[in-house]
């Protein structure tokens, strides 16, 4: 294989990245229940984006100075490129998943939570009350996502009509281009879960991927 061919194949690979999923519960930590927060996660991830993902997963209790020790780790050893939690962003006395999140930050990024939260304010009132934040430690994204399931898909995705309109665009839209400013891979998405956006002079030439 010659010099261009092996360039020309690593060029149509795409990036592999690698992905911290932490699910915070005191509960599903204890074995009280079952955890469904990381297979939510890992399942949504793997359906959106092309790359080849390796994740990091972990359930941990609702700790604040264990957070952010789980949250440094996945990120200043583990070498995660993008950081998402689950669980414990309530006003419960318990909940401490935003502040151990801004105790590990570089920069805050408020949009996320901003839009988190109006997703959610279309099925119940009570998205006031959520606090989920978003940062950046590094060259890592750190996202805060709500504790279900079907909330994270929503919030992720955004919302769509009977006829697959795009009606709300979820936060991860936004997710590659934050990723490529802060010097990280470049993340491919499927666009029939979830289209990434980038200003055209940040695209790169669209090919076939599988």
């Not at 194949?9 to 005191?26: K, M, T, Y």
């Not at 890992?42 to 957070?67: G, T, V």
């Not at 006031?128 to 709500?146: D, E, M, Y």
């Amino acid at each position: 294989m010659t010099t261009m061919q092996t360039n020309d194949l690593a060029e149509s690979v795409p990036e592999p990245v690698r992905i911290g999923i932490v699910s915070i519960s005191d509960r599903a930590s204890s074995g009280v229940y079952e955890d469904k927060g990381l297979p939510a996660l890992q399942a949504w991830l793997s359906s959106a984006l092309h790359n080849p993902l390796q994740f990091e997963a972990r359930l941990i209790p609702d700790e604040r100075p264990l957070i952010a020790q789980t949250l440094i780790e996945l990120v200043d050893r583990a070498g995660c490129d993008l950081v998402l939690t689950t669980g414990g962003t309530g006003p419960a006395l318990r909940d401490v998943t935003p502040e151990a999140t801004l105790d590990v930050a570089d920069k805050e990024m408020p949009g996320f939570g901003e839009q988190m939260r109006q997703i959610s304010l279309r099925f119940v009132p009570t998205a006031i009350l959520s606090r989920q934040v978003a940062v950046i430690r590094g060259k890592t994204l750190i996202i805060n996502l709500p504790g279900q399931p079907k909330a994270i898909a929503e919030t992720l995705a955004g919302l769509k009509d009977a006829e697959g309109k795009q009606l709300v665009d979820g936060i991860f839209a936004a997710v590659p281009y934050c990723i490529d400013l802060i010097g990280g891979p470049y993340l491919e998405t499927r666009d029939e879960v979830v289209k990434g956006f980038r200003p055209k002079s940040s695209q790169r030439p669209p090919r076939s991927v599988v």
